[in-house]
């Protein structure tokens, strides 16, 4: 019979963690992806490209939801099975809450796998891909601009236009619009121009042409006509990144045993890369923390067909103080290295207090009755 149960309830715990994680996934990388969307095809390059780019992102934004789905189902399957009495028929039989704990502790095992290939496996692998398709973008620049008869959107508030380009590489027709201070936008056209790349910059040569400045603030346009004019057009094909941090995209091999030699080489300071390391794994231990913590902090409550709405919230309250936590060790560790420990506690305390609820749940506190009359 508790085989059976623990079957059913690792199912059921799995079918709303894959359920929690793609919506969550969905929405974070709908906020994410449009700014990435309107840059790369506004620059001409195909949905293809942002479909590479954003399948680059995605073990680091799987990572990101990972805690607060592994929360979701938790607390979902677990209120579900009290508010239909399940949990209580398996109490009357005797079960205690340890027991009736064993299939969350082995989904919370089997979330810290998949979090563990994530964070120290997939998503440094993914981010150093990321980096180097995007230096190939961003050295693709020229070509990208290269369009004749075409308004071309590198960025926000940037318009570039060339009317067409000779054999020999003579832009004609030039314009181009940088609004992206909206109180002194400019405006630079010219019969004729030609591209010059120089070291990691590229250069746009006008001739013959003229640039209109407007000032809001004072109300004031003025025109400049001259002979050549050079714009550093490189500045309007910055990609917006996501996560562009070589830190980041170091394998977690060098970081166990390369610490030393990048040290050495001056690249990163032994606060970084410990920072960097704890906090992978640091990631690993929380989704365990959560997972009991929603389970255990509901097993406190006394049953009820409305729900746990206590129970959930404090739960909820619980995780938040732990993330924070979290999130506050960096500062430390960056500074103290020997001090890697710290990024752990959030997860000792999270299991510590998980422990008391479990506790709790099996002795329950009885309040003191009242002398009969």
């Known amino acids: 019979m508790f085989a059976r149960y623990d079957g059913y309830v690792l199912r059921q715990l799995i079918v709303m963690w894959s359920f929690f994680t793609l919506v969550l ?3 974070f990388w709908i906020s994410r992806s449009i700014g990435l969307f309107s840059t790369l095809l506004g620059g001409g390059h195909s949905p293809w490209v942002f479909f590479e780019l954003t399948a680059l992102t995605f073990p680091t934004l799987l990572r990101t939801v990972m ?11 677990t209120n579900r099975l009290r508010r239909e009495s399940e949990l209580v028929v398996m109490q009357a039989t005797g079960a205690s809450p340890m027991r009736l704990a064993r299939p969350v502790i082995m989904f919370a095992a089997l979330a810290a796998v998949m979090v563990a290939t994530l964070t120290t496996v997939l998503r440094p692998a993914s981010l150093a891909a990321f980096e180097e398709r995007e230096a190939e973008l961003e050295q693709d620049l020229a070509a990208k601009l290269l369009k004749e008869g075409t308004f071309l959107h590198p960025m926000d508030g940037v318009v570039v236009y060339f009317g067409t380009i000779d054999p020999t590489g ?14 002194r936008p400019q405006t630079y056209t010219a019969s004729q121009a030609y591209l010059v790349q120089e070291n990691d910059a590229i250069y746009v040569v006008m001739v013959e042409g003229m640039v209109a400045r407007y000032n809001a603030a004072a109300e004031e346009l003025s025109a400049t006509w001259f002979d050549d004019l050079t714009v550093d057009i490189s500045r309007y094909g910055d990609l917006e990144a996501t996560d562009h941090d070589s830190l980041r995209a170091l394998p977690t091999s060098v970081l166990l045993r390369g610490r030393a030699e990048l040290v050495a080489q001056g690249s ?12 992978r794994l640091s990631w690993v231990g929380i989704c365990v923390a959560v997972a009991l913590i929603g389970f255990t902090a509901l097993m406190t409550g006394a049953h009820s067909r409305f729900g746990l709405w206590t129970q959930i919230c404090l739960a909820f309250v619980i995780l938040i103080g732990v993330e924070a936590a979290r999130g506050g060790a960096s500062g430390l560790v960056l500074e103290t290295p020997d001090l890697w420990w710290i990024y752990h506690l959030p997860t000792v305390a999270g299991c510590l207090v998980a422990g008391a609820f479990l506790a709790m749940a099996g002795r329950p506190i009885r309040m003191p009755r009242r002398p009969s009359s």
């Open 25 to 27: 996934a969905g929405v």
């Open 67 to 77: 805690p607060m789905a592994i929360f979701a189902a938790v607390v979902y399957v």
């Open 170 to 183: 003579t832009l004609r027709d030039v314009y181009i619009s940088d609004r992206r201070v909206a109180e």
């Open 268 to 279: 990163y300071s032994e606060g970084q890369l410990v920072e960097e390391l704890h906090e």
